[in-house]
């Protein structure tokens, strides 16, 4: 199974730094290039907003349910850890 660290961790800056109330599976959780995004799309995880695939030009993504179920699995029950986009310092 791949990892998706990257887009996932970019998935819970996101979420807790701007989602306003949003519930997870509504909040857009990426902001970058398709082939950035292209092996968690394969996988399941994430969609773009408007089901738009044109490469090379920035696309929104949100999570799918299988995408929701994987955030929760890997950050559910822990503290959050960005405010405003930036790390918190945790003492």
């Not at 092996?39 to 299988?66: C, N, Q, V, Y």
């Amino acid at each position: 199974m791949r990892r998706h660290i990257n887009v996932f961790e970019e998935a819970r800056r996101r979420f807790e730094s701007f989602a306003n109330g949003k519930p997870l599976h509504q909040a857009w959780v990426g902001l970058d290039y398709l082939s950035n995004y292209k092996e968690a799309i394969d996988d399941g995880f994430f969609e773009t907003l408007h089901g738009d695939t044109t490469p090379r030009i920035l696309h929104w993504f949100i999570l799918t349910p299988k995408g929701v179920d994987e955030y929760n699995m890997r950050f559910g029950g822990q503290p959050p850890k960005y405010k405003n986009g930036v790390v918190i310092k945790i003492d």
